[in-house]
C-alpha cells in the first residue's frame, strides 16, 4: 500500500515508524544578501564623504596622523580600505558559534541599569536592600534559565560610590561575581579595575556608546584612552533615532548606525590594535509626537530583528533577542510587548532573551515582572519545541492505544501513555493560571502580578549562596580606600 503524504513523498506502509519532530523555530532572515551588500556601501561611502566627529581632542589628534584617516573640517574622513580591513578582521576573529540544542532551555539574561523599583502600584528608588533582594532573586531563578547579577544601582548610596556598592553586592550574593556594565569615568575605572584583580580577572573591558549622527564621543572615551595599553574589549553602538537623530526608514536609520559603528571601530582599532573589536548598530524608533524613543512596538520588534542579519554580516552570531517596553509597570502592556519579543525571537531562531524584569526600558526593575518572564520563556520555549511523537503514541501503537482507550470508555488520562507524557508535552506556568471563569472565581480572583511579587518575595527569603569571605575582605578594603579619596 501507497499513500501520497501531505507534502508529496509517497508513504509505505513497511517503512519503519519513527517519531516525528517538527519544530516550529528557524533561523528566518529578514535581510537579503543584497539589501546588506548594499547597506554596507552606503555606509562606507558615508565615512569617506561625511566621515566621523571626534570628541576628543587627544584621539582625534593622533588619528589624523594615521594612513587612511584624514582630518577634513573638523571630522575624520575614513579611507573604504581601512574600513573593509575592519570588516575582514572582524569576520577573522569571531569565535565561533555554539551548537543548537531544540531541547535546551531558552535563557534570560538580566539588566543592571535600574534606578526605580515597582512597589505596589507606584515607583520609588531603589535601595541597597532592594540591589541586594535582585541578586538573590536572580540566584534563584538560574534553575528557570535566569541569568545576571544584580538589575541596578543603590541610589540612597552617594553617587561616586554606587558603581562599588553594587560591585561589592554582586560579587556577595550572586555567583556570578562583583561586576557592573556601565562604567562611565576614569576614577571609577580605575577602582574597578583593581577590584577585577583581586577577584582575579585582568583586562578591561569597554562600551562606546556615540550620539548620532555620526560622532564618536563620549566619557568612555576617556577612559579608553586612559586604559588603551589594557583594553581586551571594546564594542562600539550607537543608537540613531528613526525620524529625529536619523532617517525615518529602518533600512536608511540600519544603515546610518553601521556606518557610525564602523567608523568608530576602525577609529579604536587603530588605536588599540589588540583588543577585541566588535559593532552594534541599534537604532530605535521615536514617538515623532513626543521625541522620545518607543520600544515594543511593532516598527521596534522589525528593527530589533533586523540585527541578527546585520551582526552574521560582520562576522558575529547573535542569539540576543531584546524584551524592551515603554511601560513602567507589570501588566498588560508590559507582558503583551514582553510576550510578542520571545515569540517573535524563537520563531527566528534566538536562543537568549535580556533584560529580564525591567521596564521604562531599562530605567525600572520589577521582580514580578522577572518571575513572569521566566514564565513567558518556558511557554515560548513549549511552542517552539514544536510537535512531536510521545513515547508509546507512534504511528505503529497508535491503533492499539486509541482501541484501549475506546474499551475502557473513551478516557485516555488513565493509559500509561497519557501518564508518561503529560510532562513533556505540556508546560505547567509557576505563576500564571489556567482556570475557567468558575475556577478564577473559587480561587478568589487571583491576580498575576500580586502571584509572582510573592513567588518573588519566598525565593529571596530562601536564597543561601555564600561567597568566599576572605575575597569579601579584600574588596571591601578596596573600596574603603577609594572611598577614602572620593
Known amino acids: 500500500m501507497v499513500v501520497v503524504s501531505a507534502i508529496g513523498r509517497p508513504y509505505h506502509a513497511d517503512m519503519p515508524l519513527t517519531p516525528v519532530r517538527q519544530p516550529l523555530h528557524r533561523s528566518g532572515q529578514v535581510l537579503t544578501p543584497a539589501v546588506l551588500d548594499g547597506m554596507h556601501g552606503a555606509a562606507v561611502a558615508m565615512l569617506g564623504a561625511t566621515g566621523i566627529r571626534i570628541e576628543h581632542e587627544a584621539l ?48 534570560l539574561g538580566t539588566d543592571d541599569r535600574a534606578s526605580w523599583i515597582v ?42 560610590l554606587r558603581p562599588f556598592e553594587q560591585y561589592l553586592i ?58 588603551r595599553e589594557e583594553v581586551q574589549d571594546i564594542y562600539v553602538g550607537t543608537m540613531p533615532s528613526m525620524g529625529m537623530s536619523g532617517p525615518c526608514d529602518p533600512l536608511a536609520v540600519f544603515t546610518l548606525s553601521v556606518a557610525e559603528c564602523l567608523g568608530g571601530a576602525a577609529i579604536l582599532h587603530e588605536i588599540v590594535p589588540r583588543a577585541d573589536i566588535r559593532v552594534g548598530p541599534h537604532p530605535e524608533p521615536a514617538d515623532l509626537a513626543s521625541g522620545v524613543m518607543v520600544f515594543g512596538t511593532p516598527e521596534w520588534e522589525v528593527l530589533d530583528l533586523m540585527h541578527r542579519d ?14 524592551h517596553t515603554t511601560a513602567s509597570l507589570p501588566g498588560f502592556q508590559a507582558a503583551a510587548d514582553h510576550a510578542g519579543s520571545f515569540m517573535l525571537g524563537a520563531l527566528h531562531g534566538y536562543t537568549d532573551f535580556a533584560p529580564g524584569g525591567m521596564l521604562a526600558l531599562d530605567e525600572v526593575w520589577s521582580p ?18 514544536g510537535a512531536w511523537s510521545g513515547a508509546g503514541l507512534d504511528f505503529a501503537a497508535l491503533p492499539g492505544v486509541v482501541a484501549e482507550a475506546v474499551a475502557n470508555g473513551g478516557v485516555f488520562a488513565d493509559l500509561d501513555s497519557t501518564v508518561e507524557n503529560m510532562r513533556d508535552q505540556y508546560h505547567r506556568p ?36 555564600e561567597a568566599p569571605a576572605a575575597l569579601l575582605r579584600d574588596l571591601r578594603a578596596i573600596v574603603t580606600r577609594a572611598t577614602a579619596t572620593l
Open 60 to 107: 582625534r589628534a593622533e588619528i589624523a596622523r594615521r594612513e587612511g584617516f584624514t582630518a577634513r573640517d573638523g571630522r575624520i574622513l575614513v579611507r573604504a580600505d581601512r574600513v573593509e580591513a575592519l570588516v575582514a578582521h572582524m569576520r577573522a576573529t569571531a569565535p565561533p558559534g555554539p551548537t543548537r540544542d531544540p531541547d535546551a532551555l531558552l535563557t
Open 119 to 160: 512597589a505596589g502600584e507606584t515607583l520609588r528608588p531603589m535601595t541597597r536592600a532592594d540591589v541586594i533582594a535582585s541578586a538573590k532573586l536572580i540566584t534563584a531563578l538560574a534553575p528557570r534559565g535566569v541569568s545576571g547579577r544584580t538589575a541596578g544601582m543603590p541610589m540612597d548610596v552617594p553617587e561616586a
Open 170 to 227: 554582586a560579587a556577595e550574593y550572586s555567583p556570578a561575581g562583583g561586576g557592573l556594565q556601565d562604567i562611565l569615568n576614569v576614577r571609577t575605572a580605575e577602582v574597578i579595575m583593581e577590584l577585577n584583580r583581586a577577584a582575579g580577572r585582568t583586562g578591561l573591558g569597554l562600551t562606546v556608546w556615540s550620539p548620532s549622527p555620526m560622532q564618536l564621543a563620549g566619557t568612555e572615551l576617556d577612559i579608553l584612552w586612559r586604559f
Open 310 to 323: 546585520v551582526h552574521a554580516y560582520y562576522g558575529r552570531r547573535e542569539d540576543r533577542k531584546l524584551l
Open 368 to 385: 514580578a515582572m522577572l518571575v513572569l518572564d521566566a514564565d513567558l520563556l518556558a511557554h515560548t520555549r513549549r511552542a517552539v519545541r
Open 430 to 465: 509557576r505563576v500564571m493560571r489556567r482556570l475557567n471563569r468558575a475556577q478564577w472565581e473559587r480561587a478568589g480572583r487571583p491576580d498575576e502580578v500580586r502571584e509572582a511579587q510573592a513567588e518573588a518575595d519566598r525565593l529571596v527569603a530562601s536564597a543561601d549562596y
